[in-house]
């Protein structure tokens, strides 16, 4: 069965470094997002990507993050300057034609130090 | 500020019962609501939609919705210790079609 790919599974950087996070969503999915989880919080939607441009994105997702589809089959999150407040799991989903039905990647987990 | 609500739980069934979960959202245009099952230290999976009032029943699971009143609910009938896991609600917003707002969860025990 088809599934959404995330690398690294964990990521452990500097204060102020830049990472970047990858997926791969399932091959004929049109719709990409990405989300993060605070440990022990809630998920947050941080930005949908559709038709290679951002669709949507929320107040989290501010300049020191940014998305791309660099080819056919990989999605990355980008965050430029990390703060100790960006540690968090990231979550990568991509949908088919209906962006309802999401499905999530297992998640990379971000640890700043 | 757009809110989606959640009792934290734990809620506690034993094996075989109903169990009932609730969560309300403040944004009165709200148009899709989804429920998604997370087990620790896993990545959410989609459990059921839900768009318009009424219910929706998915074999044990059935959604229900209430736009009027803004709330949703899930029930999960003949509940099984694997069926123990936190359950997300979650809203998309109309004019945000891609944009979604997710509760905090409600963890659920089932116990055998």
């Known amino acids: 069965e088809p599934e959404v790919t995330q690398t690294p599974s964990h990521q452990v950087t500097q204060m102020g470094q830049e990472v970047i996070l990858r997926c791969v969503p399932i091959?004929?999915?049109?719709?990409f997002y990405w989300y993060r989880q605070i440990l022990g919080q809630k998920v947050e939607f941080l930005v949908s990507?559709?038709?290679?441009?951002?669709?949507?994105k929320s107040e989290i997702f501010d300049d020191q993050f940014s998305v791309e589809r660099p080819d056919g089959s990989n999605f990355t999150l980008k965050i430029r300057s990390t703060k100790l407040e960006d540690s968090a799991m990231y979550f990568c989903?991509?949908?088919?034609?209906?962006?309802?039905?999401?499905?999530f990647g297992p998640g990379t987990r971000l640890t700043v130090l | 500020q757009k809110e989606v609500e959640q009792n934290s739980g734990p809620l506690s069934v034993p094996e075989g019962a109903i169990a009932s979960l609730n969560c309300t959202y403040s944004?009165?245009?709200?148009?899709?609501f989804f429920w998604y099952r997370q087990y620790s230290g896993k990545s959410p999976e989609l459990i059921m939609s839900?768009?318009?009032?009424g219910d929706k029943e998915d074999g044990r699971f059935t959604a229900q919705l209430n736009k009027a009143s803004q709330y949703v609910s899930l029930l999960i009938r003949d509940s099984q210790p694997s069926d123990s896991a936190t359950y997300l609600c979650?809203?998309?917003?109309?004019?945000?079609?891609?944009?979604?707002?997710f509760g905090s969860g409600t963890k659920l025990n089932v116990k055998p």
């Open positions: 979650a809203v998309n917003m109309w004019g945000n079609f891609n944009k979604f707002y």
């Open positions: 989903a991509s949908s088919e034609e209906d962006p309802d039905t999401q499905y």
């Open positions: 091959s004929n999915h049109l719709y």
């Open positions: 839900i768009y318009s009032n």
């Open positions: 990507f559709y038709n290679n441009e951002i669709s949507e």
């Open positions: 944004d009165r245009v709200s148009q899709s």
